[in-house]
Structures are given as structure tokens and as C-alpha cells.
């Protein structure tokens, strides 16, 4: 039996984060939307979350704008699939207010420094009503727990192995804003309201059999319901309000209880 049929028989129905991301991603990237993803590295898609025929550039050349923004200048340039890069900090990101409709950023949370600066920027950025759409690890998936332990140089390594990337493309984990109630302070504190979360199950298929034994089992724990706060990754959906028409909903109700409510003063400000 092969990996891929011992994982359907184990744990049916398994859908990769990577996909569900993927999944999401599509359904936002409409022809008038402008998009921005946040450390947009090498490729906005893992290219063995697409499916056969389906291309990286179907995703990037959807929108009206894509463009994707990192400070490793090495990844920019081995990007072809974004039609605009941008060196840059994500926490200072060189963009008007209200540029963007859809902002993204896939496994990049993690690494923030300063994660308040990161999400005051995003809702900068974004117009009225937009969306920030984001994918990150667990902070207490246990392999998490397990790469906090290791020295930079070993996890380096060993993320490579499993995960079949190179060292250079591993990064510093903070893991800062990654458990269900640090996202939800610095959502909030930002001005943002969760539409939507998700914490989701994985498995790494990897050609050590031992390796792919040792994922299948934590998977197949994981999906007992008293443990599934410790699966792998978050999948959110924050959106922007958009503040003028909440005001307008204020006024209204103020109105009502015979209240007037006056421009600018601390009343007409809606609390996110």
C-alpha cells in the first residue's frame, strides 16, 4: 500500500491546508479586485497544491492588480508569476491607504517581529469592506512545539528535510500572534472583525517512510475531538468594516432614542 492510499484509509477526507488556502484564494480573486500578498517569496501557491492543469499564473492574473511585496530580494526575482514585486517590510508596507481589496499572506505571520504594526498596515491598506486572509501554524501543533525547542541551524535543516525545501528558505519563527486568542487581540485591537477561522488538520508526505509514519499517526490523534486545538495551521478571514456606513447605522439608531450624534465627536466612532 502507498502513502497516498495508507493516508486515505487512516484518515479519510484530509484535505491539505495549502489546498484549502488555495481553495479560498480562488474564490476571492474576482476580475475588479486588487490584491496584495504579503511576503509573496518564490510562488503566492505551493506548486504541489495545484492541481493538474491548473496553473500559478490563473491565480496571479485574475485580479485587475496583483502584487506581491517581501524583503528578500533573491525570492522577488525568482517570482515570475506576480505581475508586480515590491521589496519591502510588510510592517511599513509603501502603499496609499485603501489600495487594496484582498490582502494574503501564506505561512508569513509567523515571522512577524511586530505583529500589531503588521496588522495596523494590512488595515491601512485595504478598502472599506475588504478582506485579509491569512494562513500560519499553530504555536502548539506539537511539531511546532517540537521546532521551538531546536536551534535555528538544526530546525533549518531539518524543516528542509521534511518539508522539501531549501535551508535559505527557511526563516526565524516567532509565533507571536499564533494561537486562537493572541489572532483574535490583535484583530480586534486593529479594527478588524473575524469573519472567518479555521483551524485545520494536515499531513506531509514525505519519501522517508518512517517520517510520513510518525506525520500519519499525530494526524490521526489529532483528529480526536478533545485534541483538535492542537492541529496544525489557521486558515482567517478578517474583514474591514466599513466605517462610514456603520457611522450612518449609529446615527440612526442614535436618532431613534431621540440622541444626536455629532461628526467626529468620540460617539460616532464605532468599536470594531
Known amino acids: 500500500m502507498n502513502s497516498v492510499q495508507l493516508a486515505d484509509r487512516v484518515c479519510p477526507g484530509l484535505v491539505h491546508p495549502q489546498i484549502r488556502y488555495k481553495t ?4 476571492l480573486l474576482r476580475p475588479e479586485v486588487r490584491w496584495l500578498d504579503l511576503g509573496c517569496g518564490h510562488e503566492v501557491i505551493r506548486p504541489w497544491a ?3 492543469g491548473e496553473e500559478e499564473s490563473a491565480f496571479t492574473g485574475a485580479p485587475a492588480m496583483s502584487v506581491g511585496v517581501d524583503r528578500d530580494m533573491a525570492a522577488l526575482q525568482s517570482n515570475v508569476c506576480t505581475p508586480h514585486r515590491v521589496a519591502a517590510d510588510i510592517q511599513s508596507l509603501p502603499f496609499a491607504d485603501d489600495s487594496f481589496e484582498v490582502v494574503t499572506a501564506n505561512m508569513v505571520l509567523e515571522h512577524s517581529e511586530n505583529p500589531a504594526a503588521l496588522m495596523s498596515e494590512v488595515w491601512r491598506v485595504l478598502r472599506p469592506k ?4 491569512f494562513h500560519t501554524p499553530n504555536k502548539y501543533y506539537p511539531m511546532s512545539v ?6 535555528d541551524a538544526v530546525k533549518s535543516r531539518l524543516v528542509a528535510l521534511v518539508s522539501r ?5 527557511v526563516y526565524p519563527t516567532l509565533f507571536r500572534v499564533n494561537t486562537r486568542s493572541a489572532i483574535s487581540a490583535y484583530s480586534v485591537s486593529a479594527g478588524f472583525r473575524i469573519k472567518y477561522w479555521e483551524i485545520l488538520e494536515t499531513l506531509t508526505f514525505n519519501a522517508n517512510r518512517a517520517i510520513f509514519l510518525c506525520y ?6 489529532l483528529r480526536h475531538k478533545s485534541l483538535g486545538r492542537f492541529r496544525a495551521d489557521y486558515l482567517v478571514m478578517l474583514c474591514k468594516p466599513d466605517v462610514e456606513c456603520a457611522c450612518k447605522k449609529l446615527e440612526r439608531s442614535a436618532s431613534s432614542n431621540g440622541t444626536r450624534v455629532r461628526p467626529g465627536s468620540p460617539t460616532a466612532h464605532v468599536a470594531p
Open 50 to 52: 495545484l492541481h493538474r
Open 165 to 169: 525545501r531549501q535551508e535559505k528558505d
Open 24 to 27: 479560498l484564494l480562488r474564490n
Open 130 to 133: 475588504g478582506v485579509f486572509v
Open 216 to 221: 500519519l499517526t499525530l494526524a490521526w490523534l
Open 146 to 151: 517540537l521546532a521551538a525547542l531546536l536551534p
